[in-house]
C-alpha cells in the first residue's frame, strides 16, 4: 500500500541555518505529493504541492522537488527563522486510492534565535 | 471563506460517555474527511465523504464510531462509550475533489478521565 516515511526528529537549528527534512514514499499510482506545517495547538497548513515528477513546489522560502527515480520529496529552507518552528508532515495523494491522503509521522523543527 | 471550523476545540468527558463532534467545511469543499492524531504522529485516516455519502471508513473506525454528513455540509463525529484509548486530537479536513490538496481545522482534542 501506499506510504510516506520522514526522517526522524526532532530537529533543532540555529537561526539562518540551512534546513533539509528527508521525505521519501511509496505508491502504486503516480501520487501529488505535500507537505503540511501545523503549529502548536493548530490544524495542519498546506505548505507547498507538487502534483507530477520533476515538478519543485515552493512557498514562503520552502521548496521541495518531486523525484520520481528516488521516490523523495525532501524539504529544504535555505534560512530558517525561529518562527519556523513547527512540526512538518509530508504526504502524498494518489488517486488509486479512495482515501487520498497518506501522511508521514511528522518532524518537529526547533529554531533557536 | 473562514476555512474549516470543528467545534468545540477541546472536550474532556468521563469513560463510558458519549461524545458528538462537529465541523463545517469550506462551503464549495465536496469531500470531507476525518482524521485522528495522537502525540508525535501524523493523523490517521479514519472515514471521508463525498457530498452526503460516506464513501470509505477505515478499520480504525469501531463500531462505536460513527459519523454523519446528512446534507452534504456539516458533518459530525459521534463516539459512544468512550474509552482511554480514545484520547487524540480528531481533525476534519475538506477539500474541493479527489487529489486536491485537504485543508485542516484545528481539530478537537478529547480527553478521557
Known amino acids: 500500500g501506499n506510504s510516506v516515511t520522514q526522517m526522524e526528529g526532532p530537529v533543532t537549528l540555529s537561526e539562518e541555518a540551512f534546513l533539509t527534512i528527508n521525505c521519501t514514499y511509496t505508491?502504486?499510482?503516480?501520487?501529488?505529493l505535500f507537505w503540511y506545517v501545523q503549529y502548536p495547538g493548530e490544524g495542519l497548513q498546506l505548505l507547498l504541492k507538487?502534483?507530477?515528477?520533476?515538478d519543485k513546489g515552493s512557498n514562503k522560502g520552502f521548496e521541495a522537488t518531486y523525484r520520481k527515480e528516488t521516490t523523495s520529496f525532501h524539504l529544504e529552507k535555505g534560512s530558517v527563522q525561529v518562527s519556523d518552528s513547527a512540526v512538518y508532515f509530508c504526504?502524498?495523494?494518489?488517486?488509486?486510492?479512495?482515501?487520498?491522503?497518506?501522511f508521514g509521522a511528522g518532524t518537529r523543527l526547533t529554531v533557536k534565535p | 471563506d473562514t476555512g474549516v471550523s470543528q467545534d468545540p476545540r477541546h472536550k474532556i468527558t468521563k469513560r463510558g460517555q458519549n461524545v458528538t463532534f462537529r465541523c463545517d467545511p469550506i462551503?464549495?469543499?465536496?469531500?470531507l474527511y476525518w482524521y485522528r492524531q495522537t502525540l508525535g504522529q501524523g493523523p490517521e485516516f479514519l472515514t471521508y465523504?463525498?457530498?452526503?455519502?460516506?464513501?470509505?471508513k477505515s478499520r480504525l473506525l469501531s463500531d462505536r464510531f460513527s459519523a454523519e454528513r446528512p446534507k452534504g455540509s456539516f458533518s459530525t463525529l459521534e463516539i459512544q462509550r468512550t474509552e482511554q484509548g480514545d484520547s487524540a486530537m480528531y481533525l476534519c479536513?475538506?477539500?474541493?475533489?479527489?487529489?486536491?490538496?485537504?485543508?485542516f481545522g484545528d481539530g478537537t482534542r478529547l480527553s478521557i478521565l
Open positions: 505508491a502504486t499510482g503516480y501520487p501529488s
Open positions: 462551503s464549495e469543499h465536496n469531500r
Open positions: 507538487a502534483t507530477k515528477a520533476d
Open positions: 479536513a475538506s477539500s474541493f475533489s479527489r487529489g486536491q490538496p485537504q485543508h
Open positions: 504526504a502524498l495523494s494518489d488517486s488509486y486510492n479512495n482515501n487520498d491522503m497518506r
Open positions: 465523504f463525498q457530498n452526503e455519502a460516506q464513501l470509505e
